[in-house]
């Protein structure tokens, strides 16, 4: 399994007009310097009334498929 540690802070009105779509995915950089593409969905349980503010873990197997993505 792969850890990836990141922070992110996207104001709720941003988040909700750039990121509705289904299509729609976040871009995010690691603190390993890795530029990692998510959809938007899976970080649809952290956002707040104040966005998307916080450290996050992305958890995948040895082939990089999405396991699990934790609030810190």
């Known amino acids: ?6 922070n992110l802070n996207i104001p709720y ?7 509705s779509g289904q299509a ?3 871009v995010v950089h690691t ?3 890795l530029r990692l593409q ?3 969905s ?3 349980p952290f956002v707040t009334q104040l966005g998307l503010k ?3 873990r992305l958890v995948t197997d040895a ?3 999405f396991i699990k993505l934790e609030s810190l």
């Not at 399994?1 to 990141?6: A, D, E, G, I």
């Not at 009105?13 to 990121?19: A, D, F, G, I, M």
């Open 13 to 19: 009105q941003t988040y909700l007009s750039h990121y």
């Open 63 to 65: 082939n990089n498929k």
């Open 38 to 40: 998510l959809p938007a």
């Open 1 to 6: 399994m792969n850890s990836y540690f990141f």
């Open 54 to 56: 916080g450290r996050f």
């Open 31 to 33: 603190d390993q310097g």
């Open 24 to 26: 729609s995915s976040i």
């Open 42 to 44: 899976r970080f649809r």
